[in-house]
C-alpha cells in the first residue's frame, strides 16, 4: 500500500544543519528547472563534471569515466557525500552503480535508468518521481521499487507531477529528499560490508536505534569497510507526496 504523507511547515535548523556540510556529485546532463541551484543553497559544494549527452552506450560509458575519476579524485577528507542525478542522467548514475564505482547514498529525480540503478543489492536509492511522469511512467519505477534491490534500501517518494517535477522546488522538500537519503545509507553500511567480503546471507536490518544528535557521515570514495555508522529499522517502502 501507498502511504500518503502531505509536508507541511519548515524542516528547521537542525536538517539542514546535517547536510550543509555536503559536498554532492551531481549528474551534469538533465539538472535543470531549478533543481541544482536550490540544491546549492543546501549543501556546501556541488561538483557537476562535465560529460556528454548520454545517447549512446558510449557517451554513457564515457560520462561514468569522467565521474568514477572524480570520485577517485574525491576520496578521502574531500569526498563526497551524495550521488544526484535528474531525468536522463540516471542513465550514467545507473552505470556508475552496477559498475560498483559508487556505494554511497543516492538521491534520483525523475530519473530515467531505474531499473538498472534499483538492481543493485546493498544500494540505497531515494527515487522521487511524479505521478503523471510520461517519459518513465510510475508503475515503472514502482515496480523497480518494489522488485528491485534490498529490501530496506530503496525509497520511492512519489508527487502528483510530471516529469518536470516543479513539485520539489522548495528547499524544504528537499531537505526531506537528502535525510532520507541518508537515513536509507544508515541502513546499507552493514549489507555492503557482508556482500563485499562474501557473506552467504544478507544481514537482517537492526532493531531502531536512537538518532544521533548529529549525523556525521562517511564521505565515500574511500574504504566501505571503515565506515562506522548508526542504522535503523526500514521497510521497502513508498511515500506519497501531494503537493
Request: proline share 5%; net charge neutral.
Amino acid at each position: 500500500h501507498t502511504q500518503h504523507t502531505r509536508m507541511e511547515g519548515n524542516s528547521g535548523d537542525g536538517v539542514r544543519g546535517e547536510v550543509s556540510g555536503w559536498r554532492v556529485l551531481a549528474v551534469q546532463k538533465g539538472l535543470g528547472g531549478g533543481k541544482e541551484a536550490i540544491l546549492r543553497t543546501l549543501v556546501r559544494e556541488v561538483v557537476t563534471p562535465e560529460i556528454p549527452e548520454p545517447t549512446t552506450d558510449e557517451s554513457v560509458a564515457e560520462g561514468v569515466s569522467v565521474l568514477h575519476n572524480a570520485i577517485t579524485e574525491g576520496s578521502g577528507q574531500s569526498g563526497f557525500d551524495l550521488l544526484f542525478a535528474v531525468s536522463r542522467g540516471g542513465k550514467v548514475a545507473a552505470q556508475l552503480i552496477q559498475k560498483g564505482l559508487w556505494t554511497g547514498p543516492t538521491l534520483l529525480i525523475s530519473a530515467l535508468g531505474t531499473t538498472m540503478c534499483c538492481n543493485k543489492p546493498g544500494q540505497a536509492i531515494v527515487l522521487a518521481h511524479g505521478t503523471e511522469d510520461g517519459t518513465n511512467p510510475i508503475h515503472r519505477v514502482r515496480e523497480d521499487a518494489e522488485t528491485l534491490g534490498t529490501k530496506g534500501l530503496i525509497e520511492l517518494v512519489e508527487f502528483d507531477d510530471n516529469h518536470s517535477l516543479q513539485a520539489i522546488n522548495s528547499a524544504t522538500t528537499f531537505l526531506d529528499l537528502l535525510q532520507r537519503a541518508h537515513r536509507l545509507q544508515k541502513a546499507a553500511v552493514p549489507v555492503q560490508f557482508h556482500l563485499k567480503h562474501g557473506s552467504e546471507t544478507t544481514p537482517a536490518l537492526a532493531p531502531s536505534a536512537p538518532a544521533a544528535s548529529k549525523a556525521v557521515g562517511p564521505r565515500y570514495g574511500g574504504n566501505p569497510a571503515a565506515r562506522l555508522a548508526l542504522f535503523g529499522e526500514l521497510t521497502n517502502k513508498q511515500t506519497r507526496i501531494d503537493s
